[in-house]
Each structure stands twice: as structure tokens, then as C-alpha cells.
């Protein structure tokens, strides 16, 4: 089998402006200055070889601070124009408006922000500067205004774990693309640092594996976690997440780490140098050092190596070197136990990994194989298999894209990766509409059209919205009724009346422009009393079921919600209005408030 690497992570800087403290090459404590770091002329020759490669390889340009690097743009366009897909690591505190389109114009496709606390007092003290949390906010949503996929991540520790939940509502909330959750390994900074337990490890990658389905749009992605296989396969030995990640521990097999000084090692939580680009080539580093090649035909030992997981997750090689200094040793943070020796699980997943054949098994057909080159190459592999197995089951011996649609574990798995979006001199990017979609506001009064037109574009931004469709539109419209519902009952009605009308415009004296839109309002419902049926019907319902952003709270329920961190409030009324809904209460009353919290896989932040 061939290995390739699917991604390569470049520590391109040990310069920094934070001081973190799990730092894990302890940026800016041994930062060695400008001269340690390869040349922009160097770097961009080894990104030519990892394309030579890879030419669809992710590579992910991260420090220290890789926003320190003046050439950073120039780093990033040069890899971009390989078809690399790059992604910026980044504290976030260096990218501004500028900066953020001065990256998406050099082709950067992501960018993924440390965010570990969403209380500025946890955040700022983690990570040693006063005003990180601010910063690395306002860095992160400049770079989504400017059209770059925007990745949340987040180091669980003993002091933020139980926050988890609530920072994945909030980047699920802000257009996140990706919730990354990067398990602390005891190196650099972090080598006395005290890790979460092996129980609580295992807690938050079950919490990930429930909470997948809940944020629609947007992944969560354990990072050296492989038990997060197992896990998976425990609940669920068909889950298509099985079909569309790639097994265990990826160090050395599909994925490598260059250092600021050219050292490649086989992860970043990995000192022992496989080679270095300052005199090798990356080519050859990668096809014959045996500092990555011991892991591509692993002998694990201790429990992993007795463990029917071994294939399909491997444990962390990092976390056993950083352990006993045995980097085939057991993952000491795995809390399954094997049963004797074990026989391993073998499936797509580890054949992908471990035993795939790179030659198809089956013709093709040209349209099909088109498809297949979209999809991200390290998907590549296990979506070649899974569709070959698919048509050997049902007898067929050409693979076309009908196959392919048949054996996609979900309908958004079949999608290509959306391209980079070219923006114009204000960084703005134009959203399609569906066909219906423009024949509803088509048909929409012509004085309220513009206003929809403007509008939906920016709700879709904010949600992370690729497409406006008719059930878009009818979402927001739900949502702008439940808002007139509430202005309703503010001016005393306990229902759907016409009334509300006459006393909204005798309230916005001051502001004739307002007094016009109520009255081409009025004039239009009176005009279509059929659509208007359904309109009251609606909003009768709205105000029969107190839920949602409408819910009334009591005084002793909104008091409990104020103890909450202020940033946090929204996110924790949502989660308890949520518990309130399923369980029946038609206001949040202190009770509904404890059974949320109880309910809750991970402690509220408020008392």
C-alpha cells in the first residue's frame, strides 16, 4: 500500500504574542528568532514537494503565531496555486478586516482559532494575555465576513470541560464550520500540566459522538483522540462517521509535522526527528525515513496491542512516547480494557488505512471518477471502498455516479467541498437563491421585496447558509412573526388581533416612514383575506405555545439565568427553553431552570 500524506502541519514560526500555557513547542519561550526559520525561497520548495506528493494535500500553516511571519501571504498563495488546501492555525489576535481578505485573496480555504473559554477571565489567564478573548473573537468573525471557513477550537482541561457544550453552541451560532477539540498531550509548556482524567476523556468524546446531529452545518472533531473510533463503534457498528474518517492515529501514515527549523516528525506532541528539509527532501523523507515508516506497520504493546480496536483506533502514539518514553506502548487514557487477545475489528475504515489496495477493483465511469476527485483526498480512499463494496453487493460491475448517490452515508457526503468564493473589494460574497425561493418574494408585496432581498443574504451568513430556499425563507418569516408576537403582547393583546396594528402606528408618531410601512401593511392583509387565514392561524398558535425565543420567564428563573456569564446567556436560555419545550412547561420557572441543569451531560455555568 502507498501512504501519502493527507496533511501536513507546518509550525512555520516559534514566535508569539500570547503565552499559553500547554504551548506545546512553548512559543516565544524557545523562540530562537527570525534566523532560525526557514527561508520564504525554502519554504515554498518543500511546499512544492509535499504537492508532488499530494497535489490535494490540506497543509495547515500554524506557529507560535503564523501571523508573525511577514510572508505569510506569499507562503499561503504559493501553496494554494498547488491545489493545497490551507488552513490557518491561528490565536486570532493578528487578523483583522485587512488581513483576513488580504489571506482569503492568497487562497486560504479555513482558519481555526483557539477559543478555550467563553468567560475572559478563564480565556486570559490560560492563555497569559489580559484581552485574548476579545481579540481572538474579533480576528475570528473578520474572518468569516471575509469569506474563510471559520474552525473553533478548544482544549478541554479540568477548569473549561464542563463549558464544552456552551462553546459549541456559540461557534454552531457564529457560522463555524468545524469544532475541533484538541486533547491535551503532556508536552513543551504542558509537560507538568495536569491532564483531564481518563473518565472525563472519555465523557467528552461521548458527549461529541451524541452531539454531532445537534448542530447541523457544523462538525465536531476530536483531535488526537483515535478512542473516538471506538467509541463510535461501540454505539453504533454501522455509523456512516465510520465510513468517512480515517482510522487510528494518523502519525507518520498520513500525516506529518515540519518545525520551525525544518525538522519533519511524525506529529507535533512528537520530538523524534525523522528528517530535515534544510537537507533532505521532504520526498524522500517521507517515502523512506523509518521515523515514519515504523508507523505505518505499528506492533502496538501493552493493551492496545491485545485491543480489537487496534486497527481502527491504535490509541495516541504521542500520549504513550510522552507517558514511558515508548512511543508503541498503551494509551494510558483509554479506558477499555481487552478481554485477552483480541481479534481486530477489520472494516473500510482500517482497510483504508492499513490494507487498501490503491488500484480500483471495478470500472468507472468518467463522470464518476470526476466526482471521486472532488472529494477531499483524505476521504479519498474510504469513499473509493465503500462505493466498490456498494456495487459488488448489488451485482454491478461499473461504478457511476448512480452508485456512487446509492452509497453515500448521507446525502450531504456526496457534495463536493465548496470552492473559494471570489470576493469583491468590501470582502462580501453573493449567496444563491433557489428557484422557488425567488418566485416567493416574487410574488411578495412589492414594498416589502427589497427589504426581504436585503435581509436574507445576511440571515443566511450569519447561520452559515450556502443556498436561500423556500424553507429558509420560512424559517426567518416564522421567526418574525414570533417577534411581532411578542411586540403584540407588549402592547396588551393576549391574541391575533388587527387591532395591534392601530396601536403600533399610534406609538411611531415620531417616525412617519414607520407610520407608512404599518399602513401598506394593514392595506395589504385587507386585500387577501384567504392567505390571511393562515396567517391568523399562525399566529394564534404563537401565541397559545410559549416556547422558543418568545418563552416567558419567570422573575426567579431570570435571576438564576443572570448568575451566568454574560456572553454565555444566550446560549444557556436556548439550552433551557430547549428542556422546558420537551418537557412540557409553558414558562422557564426555577424548576424548569434545575431540570436543565440536571439533565445537562455537563455541568451549567450558574448555580
Known amino acids: 500500500m502507498t501512504f501519502v500524506p493527507y496533511a501536513v502541519s507546518w509550525n512555520l514560526t516559534s514566535r508569539c504574542n500570547l503565552n499559553c500555557q500547554h504551548c506545546y513547542i512553548d512559543a516565544g519561550g524557545r523562540a530562537k528568532g527570525v534566523g532560525s526559520e526557514l527561508s520564504t525561497g525554502k519554504v515554498c520548495d518543500t511546499i512544492d514537494r509535499i504537492a508532488h506528493l499530494n497535489p490535494g494535500a490540506v497543509l495547515i500553516l500554524t506557529g507560535g503565531e503564523p501571523m508573525a511571519r511577514e510572508d505569510i501571504y506569499d507562503i499561503c498563495s504559493h501553496a494554494s496555486k498547488l491545489g493545497l488546501m490551507v488552513v490557518l492555525g491561528t490565536n486570532g489576535t493578528m487578523l483583522s478586516g485587512d488581513t483576513a481578505r488580504r489571506l482569503a485573496g492568497a487562497g486560504v480555504m479555513g482558519v481555526g482559532v483557539s477559543i478555550d473559554s467563553l468567560r475572559p477571565e478563564e480565556h486570559d489567564r490560560f492563555r497569559g ?85 445537534s448542530f447541523p452545518g457544523m462538525m465536531i472533531r476530536p483531535k488526537c483522540a483515535p478512542h473516538f473510533k471506538r467509541i463510535l463503534h461501540q454505539e453504533n457498528p454501522d455509523s456512516h462517521l465510520l465510513k468517512t474518517y480515517i482510522a487510528a492515529c494518523r502519525a507518520g501514515t498520513h500525516y506529518c509535522r515540519i518545525t520551525p527549523e525544518g525538522n519533519v516528525t511524525p506529529c507535533p506532541y512528537m520530538d523524534n526527528v525523522a528528517g530535515s528539509v534544510v537537507d533532505t527532501d521532504f520526498v524522500s523523507i517521507w517515502n523512506e525515513s523509518e521515523g515514519l515508516s515504523r508507523y505505518r506497520e505499528p506492533e502496538y504493546e501493552g493493551k492496545c496491542g491485545r485491543c480489537k480496536y487496534r486497527l481502527l483506533c491504535g490509541g495516541c502514539r504521542a500520549r504513550a512516547l510522552a507517558t514511558d518514553g515508548n512511543d508503541m506502548g498503551e494509551d494510558a487514557w483509554c479506558v477499555y480494557e481487552p478481554i485477552g487477545q483480541e481479534e481486530a475489528i477489520v472494516n473500510i475504515d482500517t482497510q483504508s488505512k492499513f490494507g487498501a489496495d490503491d488500484e480500483s477493483q471495478l470500472e468507472w465511469t468518467k463522470e464518476a471518477l470526476d466526482t471521486l476527485g472532488k472529494i477531499p483526498v483524505f476521504a479519498r480512499s474510504i469513499v473509493k471502498l465503500g462505493v466498490e463494496k456498494v456495487a459488488r453487493e448489488k451485482g454491478i460491475e461499473v461504478v457511476t455516479l448512480e452508485v456512487m448517490r446509492d452509497a453515500a452515508p448521507s446525502p450531504q457526503f456526496m457534495k463536493p467541498p465548496a470552492a473559494q468564493v471570489k470576493k469583491d473589494d468590501a470582502g462580501e460574497k453573493d449567496i444563491p437563491w433557489d428557484d422557488d425561493a425567488k418566485e416567493r418574494v416574487a410574488n411578495a408585496p412589492e414594498f416589502v421585496r427589497p427589504g426581504i432581498m436585503k435581509l436574507m443574504p445576511i440571515r443566511a451568513k450569519e447561520r452559515g447558509v450556502e443556498r436561500i430556499t423556500s424553507e429558509f425563507l420560512t424559517e426567518i418569516r416564522d421567526e418574525s412573526m414570533m417577534l411581532v408576537t411578542r411586540r403584540m403582547k407588549k402592547f396588551g393583546f393576549d391574541n391575533a388581533n388587527m387591532g395591534a396594528w ?37 399566529f394564534e398558535s404563537f401565541f397559545a405555545d410559549d416556547v422558543g425565543e418568545k418563552m416567558g420567564w419567570t422573575d426567579g428563573a431570570r435571576k438564576r439565568l443572570e448568575r451566568a456569564p454574560e456572553m454565555l446567556r444566550p446560549m444557556v436560555k436556548k439550552t433551557v427553553e430547549k428542556y422546558a419545550k420537551e418537557n412540557g412547561f409553558k414558562f422557564v420557572t426555577e424548576e424548569a431552570v434545575q431540570g436543565s441543569m440536571d439533565n445537562s451531560p455537563m455541568k451549567m455555568p450558574f448555580k
Open 129 to 213: 494575555y489580559d484581552g485574548a478573548l476579545k481579540k481572538s473573537i474579533d480576528g475570528l468573525l473578520a474572518a468569516r465576513d471575509a469569506g474563510i471557513n471559520i474552525q473553533v477550537q478548544t482544549t478541554p482541561t479540568s477548569r473549561n470541560m464542563e463549558e464544552i457544550p456552551l462553546i459549541a453552541e456559540w461557534a454552531h451560532r457564529i457560522g463555524a464550520k468545524v469544532f475541533n477539540l484538541f486533547f491535551l498531550v503532556c508536552t513543551g509548556r504542558g509537560e507538568k500540566m495536569a491532564d483531564i482524567t481518563p473518565d472525563e476523556y472519555e465523557k467528552i468524546l461521548k458527549w461529541a459522538a451524541d452531539a454531532r446531529e
Open 502 to 538: 392601530d396601536v403600533a402606528k399610534d406609538k411611531m408618531k415620531k417616525s412617519p416612514a414607520k407610520q407608512k410601512v404599518i399602513d401598506q401593511i394593514t392595506a395589504m392583509l385587507g386585500g387577501r383575506a384567504g392567505k390571511n387565514e393562515k396567517i391568523m392561524e399562525k
